[in-house]
């Protein structure tokens, strides 16, 4: 998910598809041995994490908020459905990433290898490589939260992962661009999922007209 008008990749890490970057590096320094095991907790949670839908809530940095249902199939499959606005789609095929805004009539897509996206819809997800870890937030309730920024460009924004224990789940993810802005997406639902429709995976130029080169 996004709010910003352009499909690149600084638009994907920091502006709401956050659960793909989010990258936890196990051998990092600095992290006591507590903080590791939640680090592979987190870890095994997404790479368990094979099918699944619910809805979400966004909320930008100046209290604009949208709502909508995703799906997640990996490898390499997502769709984030927004109803508001409504039909608002950022769909990954397993190969590239699309965005289409009706309201704008636009469609952008990259590929997801050069998205933050590819981490987390890998076949194996390896949350070892890459990522800076700034804090890790245990409550004794068994949640807990992970800061994470991208290590090549760590000036770029964070990203905080919110997860609920007892079961394990992913709540949120909050995303803190270069000047401080957050943008909060909330996980209202998250279910495990099956027989999810391939279509949900497909999307199509809805712009380009026959005789448009």
Sequence with gaps: MMNAPMLSRRALTLSGLAMAFAG???AQSGLSAE??????QAQAYFQNLSAAQGAFTETGPGGQRRSGEFYIQRPGRMRFE??????LLVVSDGYNVKRYDPRLETFQQVPLGQTPLSTFLARNVRLDEGVRIDRVTRMPSGAFAI???????????AVILAFAGSPLRLQEWTIVDAQGQRTRTQLTTLRPASGLAASLFQ???PT???GRN
Excluded: K, Q
């Design 147 to 157: 800061t994470a920024r991208d290590a090549r460009r760590p000036n770029e924004g």
């Design 82 to 87: 927004y109803t508001s606005p409504a039909g």
């Design 24 to 26: 936890p590096a196990l």
């Design 35 to 40: 903080d590791r095991a939640v680090l592979a």
């Design 208 to 210: 380009r007209r026959p």
């Design 203 to 205: 999307l199509r130029d």
